[in-house]
């Protein structure tokens, strides 16, 4: 059974980095049958998809983020990645890892998620 | 960026009678060539991550009970409840995937009359 694990501060800073991964257990990483997502989801608010990464390490982001955001995958440690500079207080945020099952376009629905990691911004 | 817009924002629904969820793009999301409609619906309870209810507009996720069902096409799109149970209590997002960026619906709030 697939699943993801999200790991990383649960504080950071105004300005710094914010750095999250996700863990993938219970199946590869490398497969080409799927990329590899982030998602976020402020407290009381909705959804805002940040970017996916496909296992070729084709990645896509969403443009207002895409300045500060950046996406790897790790293969031999089955892990991807997401890096997001210069945060604020509104990078308070819910963070979930997620799995979509088309490749190739950085497009896809969302069928397996982590259970999420608060990261709150503050000094 | 595709805009969703749901609809209603929240609803009370009497246990056994059914609900009904509105989720409108701001531009079509059927992709002629393969005439399939790149929308997902999730199902999220509080304190847990959105699980994935229906994908292409109307398959059923593996698991997911036949009481959840998805229809529409182009840029009307409608979630189904047909007999509210009391698990389902919960906050309903649509999604589109046809492009970049990803985009939700602000969702739906259902809860029991």
């Known amino acids: 059974q697939l699943q993801l694990q999200e790991s990383g501060p649960g504080l950071v800073k105004p300005s710094e980095t914010l750095s999250l991964t996700c863990t993938v257990s219970?199946?590869?990483?490398?497969?080409?049958?799927?990329?590899w997502g982030w998602i976020r989801q402020p407290p009381g608010k909705g959804l805002e998809w940040i970017g996916t990464i496909s296992y070729t390490g084709s990645t896509y982001y969403y443009p207002s983020l895409k300045s500060r955001v950046t996406i790897s995958v790790d293969t031999s440690k089955n892990q991807f990645s997401l890096n997001l500079t210069s945060v604020t207080a509104a990078d308070t945020a819910m963070y979930f890892c997620?799995?979509?099952?088309?490749?190739?376009?950085?497009?896809?629905?969302?069928?397996?998620w982590g259970q999420g990691t608060l990261v709150t911004v503050s000094s | 960026d595709i805009v969703m817009t749901q609809s209603p924002d929240s609803l009370a629904v009497s246990l056994g009678e059914r609900a009904t969820i509105n989720c409108k793009s701001s531009q079509s999301v059927l992709y002629s060539p393969n005439n399939k409609n790149y929308l997902g619906w999730y199902q999220q309870k509080p304190g847990q991550p959105p699980k994935l209810l229906i994908y292409?507009?109307?398959t059923r996720e593996s698991g997911v009970p036949d009481r959840f069902s998805g229809s529409g096409s182009g840029t009307e799109f409608t979630l189904t409840i047909s007999s509210l149970q009391a698990e389902d209590v919960a906050v309903y997002y649509c999604?589109?995937?046809?492009?970049?960026?990803?985009?939700f619906g602000g969702g739906t709030k259902v809860e029991i009359k």
């Open positions: 997620a799995r979509l099952p088309i490749t190739g376009t950085g497009r896809g629905y969302l069928d397996n």
């Open positions: 219970g199946g590869s990483i490398s497969s080409g049958s799927y990329s």
């Open positions: 292409w507009a109307s």
């Open positions: 999604q589109q995937y046809y492009s970049i960026p990803l985009t």
